[in-house]
């Protein structure tokens, strides 16, 4: 139930972007909500996922064997998702919407982004904008390679399922909720930065949510991988 009313939630709030992707230069017109947005999106990475992870495990777990469990369990999951992500990027090569936006604006060419310069080409063009902040501009050179599918996406959403389940089952709903929220919040992060299509980040979406859902006690097992580390807690 959890899985569908996040799907549910994302593809919702994502409609209204399907068919209009200039979106993102509102962030550029409102600069006071710029510090916001670049926070909250920079709390679904891979730096600082593992962080929040620590804090939740310890939070659920009742005993430190509970609290490893959690965390580890998590830790392999979010391995699994980044793996999966970096190989469908690289199958994909999707160009990112900023990308399209410099080529629309005659700002670049797509031979410059064929060549072996096209790193140090599209940093120069970026950082001569005048219209877009300078934050937003670190992100996009930062995050210049192919855009499907979101990985800050994929790891809000297996982040927000794999600990609300848990939180779920202690009856604590609202974590849950504000979990879900917060996943759907960076997925809008993403598009408001411009480094995003609404399906990349549905499909990073669904690349965590299925990852958090999937049950690995059996496998590790099997492989004898410390068996203690999913015992019952």
């Given at each position: 139930?959890?899985?569908?009313?996040?799907?549910?939630?994302?593809?919702?709030?994502?409609?209204?972007?399907?068919?209009?992707?200039?979106?993102?230069?509102?962030?550029?017109?409102?600069?006071?909500c710029?510090?916001?947005?670049?926070?909250?999106?920079?709390?679904?990475?891979?730096?600082?996922?593992?962080?929040f992870?620590?804090?939740?495990?310890?939070?659920?777990?009742?005993?430190?064997?509970?609290?490893?469990?959690?965390?580890?369990?998590?830790?392999?999951?979010?391995?699994?998702?980044?793996?999966t992500?970096?190989?469908?990027?690289?199958?994909?090569?999707?160009?990112?919407?900023?990308?399209?936006?410099?080529?629309?604006?005659?700002?670049?060419?797509?031979?410059?982004?064929q060549?072996?310069?096209?790193?140090?080409?599209?940093?120069?063009?970026?950082?001569?904008?005048?219209?877009?902040?300078?934050?937003?501009?670190?992100?996009?050179?930062?995050?210049?390679?192919?855009?499907?599918?979101?990985?800050h996406?994929?790891?809000?959403?297996?982040?927000?399922?794999?600990?609300?389940?848990?939180?779920?089952?202690?009856?604590?709903?609202?974590?849950?909720?504000?979990?879900?929220?917060?996943?759907?919040?960076?997925?809008?992060?993403?598009?408001?930065?411009?480094?995003?299509?609404?399906?990349?980040?549905?499909?990073?979406?669904?690349?965590?949510?299925?990852?958090?859902?999937?049950?690995?006690?059996?496998?590790?097992?099997?492989?004898?991988?410390?068996?203690?580390l999913?015992?019952?807690?």
């Amino acid at each position: 139930m959890f899985v569908i009313l996040s799907l549910i939630v994302l593809c919702l709030s994502l409609s209204s972007y399907l068919f209009d992707f200039s979106w993102f230069t509102l962030v550029s017109e409102n600069g006071s909500c710029g510090f916001m947005l670049n926070l909250l999106t920079s709390t679904a990475s891979i730096y600082v996922l593992p962080i929040f992870a620590i804090v939740f495990s310890f939070f659920y777990g009742k005993s430190w064997q509970a609290r490893v469990n959690t965390l580890v369990k998590f830790i392999f999951l979010l391995a699994l998702t980044i793996v999966t992500i970096l190989a469908l990027k690289k199958a994909v090569n999707e160009e990112r919407p900023f990308i399209h936006y410099l080529l629309e604006n005659n700002l670049i060419q797509q031979k410059v982004l064929q060549s072996e310069e096209r790193q140090v080409k599209l940093s120069q063009v970026i950082a001569s904008l005048t219209s877009i902040p300078d934050w937003q501009k670190q992100h996009w050179v930062n995050e210049s390679r192919s855009s499907f599918p979101s990985g800050h996406a994929s790891f809000a959403f297996l982040f927000a399922l794999f600990f609300g389940q848990l939180f779920l089952k202690r009856g604590n709903k609202l974590i849950a909720m504000v979990l879900l929220t917060w996943a759907v919040a960076i997925a809008y992060t993403r598009l408001l930065l411009g480094v995003h299509w609404p399906q990349d980040v549905i499909a990073g979406a669904i690349v965590g949510l299925f990852f958090a859902k999937l049950d690995f006690k059996g496998i590790l097992f099997k492989l004898n991988i410390s068996p203690l580390l999913f015992s019952k807690k």
